[in-house]
């Protein structure tokens, strides 16, 4: 069975960090490409940062994030995570975790169920 498993999500203060964290099983890790996502209320979900598993230096940031957003993964407990620094209202919503398997035949996405950040005073 293919699982996706969000944590790390709060409340947090303007300016403020959080590290997200994704436990991934059921799917070959090294033939994915990892994301993550977040939804605003009232929004449509929206592409946040991925990794390539297979090597951890291909990379890509939604230009809203850059610099202050880093993805990372670590191959051995089978974990992504999104650090998340200066944080700002705007970057709160729900942030899913995404899996991206590609294999001879075809395509395979999965997602997480999300975890919530809320970034106020």
């Known amino acids: 069975e293919v699982q996706l498993v969000e944590s790390g999500g709060g409340l947090v203060q303007p300016g403020g960090s959080l590290r997200l964290s994704c436990g991934a099983s059921?799917?070959?890790?090294?033939?994915?490409?990892m994301s993550w996502f977040r939804q605003a209320p009232g929004k449509e979900r929206e592409f946040v940062a991925s990794i390539k598993w297979s090597d951890g230096r291909t990379t890509s940031y939604a230009d809203s994030v850059k610099g202050r957003f880093t993805i990372s993964k670590d191959n051995a407990k089978r974990m992504l995570y999104l650090q998340m620094d200066s944080l700002r209202p705007e970057d709160t919503g729900i942030y899913f975790c995404?899996?991206?398997?590609?294999?001879?035949?075809?395509?395979?996405?999965?997602w997480g169920r999300g975890t919530q950040v809320t970034v106020s005073s």
């Open positions: 059921g799917f070959t890790v090294s033939r994915s490409v």
């Open positions: 995404q899996a991206e398997e590609s294999t001879y035949y075809r395509d395979y996405v999965f």
